[in-house]
């Protein structure tokens, strides 16, 4: 297959207060060294608690947020190291769909109009072309014509979100990210906007980079999975290899604390593997693996030397002692 994305050596820095009014500004490293690639028509879901990186990892990809070093090759193409004119013509093939549909739609503009604004902005086609494309897109995401004048207010939670997705398909991009896209909304809600996604990624050959906590929601959706800890990534994997055969403990934590996959039977997910504690500064992250204080498995060498990723049965994990969780 094709590579659409490919991320190398991504990290991303952020500047933190100074403890005096002359000392030095002291770095969180949000992202470090992460590498990923995402292939034509495929859907990368990255997963991590809170705080893990994987949000900052995503926009830094797509020139949201600044990358210290590394490369984002897109068909190709460094898009970190391109002017901003030139990023500026690239953003149709990439567009964003946020997390919460209640407060990234404009309150104040009817829905033609909000879906229409990025043909708008990047002066595509005539009017007529453009009112033509969104009473089609409308169509498409599985709302009607005769609501396209209406408020945002005047939708439910899911309405707008299907909303959001037609506005970002206006430009004809080749990748959706897609950050949280469910999350706030109700459980019933969310599985018709995951078919929805799905049903969008096979017809139009889209590919996503979906962002989430829930890992219920990147198995429907996804066909790769990287779990994220700490700003690095410690498994990467199929979607069938990792639910099935996850070698990472901090893998194997996740699975077997979610909700949406409690009740499913398969040998990845169903014994509880229970972690204590808290991730470590990354302020100042630990010479080792950074899960080493909160793992059952972890030696005086987890301690010590960081693990690199690597082949390990059927997945990539960054871990000294990879196995199935122990009966």
Same mark, same amino acid.
């Not at 049903?199 to 050959?205: F, N, Q, S, V």
């Not at 909700?259 to 990354?282: F, T």
């Given at each position: ?56 990892? /995503?926009?830094? *990809?797509?020139? =949201?947020?600044?990358? %210290? ?9 460094? &898009? #970190? ?106 459980? /019933?809600?969310? *599985?018709?906007? =995951?078919?929805?996604? %799905? ?9 996503? &980079? #979906? ?106 994990? /960054? ?9």
């Amino acid at each position: 297959m094709t590579k659409l994305l490919d991320v190398r050596d991504l990290t991303v820095r952020f500047a933190m207060p100074r403890k005096g009014l002359f000392g030095p500004r002291p770095l969180l490293e949000a992202v470090r060294s992460v590498s990923f690639t995402l292939e034509k028509g495929r859907a990368l879901g990255i997963v991590g608690e809170s705080g893990s990186g994987k949000t900052t990892t /995503a926009m830094a *990809a797509i020139r =949201l947020t600044e990358a %210290a070093s590394g490369q984002v090759l897109f068909e190709g193409e460094d &898009l #970190l190291a391109l002017p901003d004119e030139e990023m500026r013509a690239h953003r149709r093939n990439v567009q964003l769909i946020f997390q919460d549909p209640y407060s990234s739609l404009n309150p104040r503009a009817r829905v033609i109009d909000i879906v229409r604004e990025p043909m708008d902005l990047m002066e595509m086609g005539t009017m007529e072309e453009r009112n033509a494309r969104v009473r089609d897109l409308f169509k498409l995401v599985g709302l009607r014509p005769d609501q396209l004048n209406l408020f945002p207010h005047q939708f439910s939670g899911g309405q707008r979100q299907r909303i959001s997705i037609a506005r970002a398909l206006t430009t004809n991009p080749k990748l959706l990210v897609c950050d949280e896209p469910v999350s706030a909304l109700d459980v /019933a809600i969310q *599985a018709q906007i =995951l078919n929805l996604l %799905a049903r969008l990624k096979d017809e139009l050959g889209l590919s996503y &980079l #979906l962002i989430s906590h829930d890992l219920g929601v990147v198995r429907h959706v996804c066909d790769d999975v990287a779990v994220m800890y700490l700003g690095k990534i410690v498994e990467h994997a199929s979607r069938s290899a990792l639910f099935d055969s996850a070698q990472h403990p901090y893998t194997q934590a996740l699975l077997s604390a979610a909700p949406s996959l409690a009740r499913r039977k398969s040998k990845g997910y169903v014994r509880p593997l229970k972690i204590s504690g808290d991730p470590p500064s990354p302020i100042n992250p630990p010479p080792g693996c950074a899960f080493a204080d909160r793992c059952p498995r972890a030696q005086d060498i987890c301690r010590e030397v960081q693990p690199d990723l690597e082949d390990k049965g059927p997945t990539r994990v /960054a871990c000294h002692f990879p196995g199935p969780i122990a009966a």
